[in-house]
């Protein structure tokens, strides 16, 4: 897997990307619910991060479910690590954990 030319492009955008958010669409057109609700979190923060459109290439949409292991999208990675889909984002951002997170990452300032 690691010779796999998809997953090196993956690793290579989110080391690239201190917040990286693989999803449908893109953050100024996001085609699915999930992907708007986790773009619309990130912006409430105002952190900076990179995003890839899945729907672009059907070899990074796959791609990035065998990567992480993970069957939806979106996908969002803080440094390198995997946060989680829509569903766990989203109850971060509500218990305030997502910000803290983020702040302990140094790519969020605390507030």
């Not at 290439?57 to 990035?64: L, N």
Request: hydrophobic fraction near 40%.
């Amino acid at each position: 897997m690691s010779d796999d030319p998809v997953i090196a492009e993956i690793r290579n955008k989110i080391d690239r990307n201190p917040v990286m958010l693989f999803m449908k669409g893109t953050p100024q057109f996001p085609q699915c619910g999930f992907s708007a609700a986790v773009v619309q979190i990130l912006d409430y923060l105002g952190v900076d991060y990179g995003s890839e459109n899945v729907l672009a290439r059907a070899e990074i949409r796959q791609g990035i479910k065998d990567y992480s292991d993970w069957p939806t999208i979106p996908q969002l990675y803080v440094k390198g690590e995997f946060i989680g889909g829509c569903d766990i984002v989203r109850e971060m951002f509500e218990t305030g954990e997502l910000k803290k997170v983020l702040a302990e990452k140094g790519v969020l300032s605390p507030a």
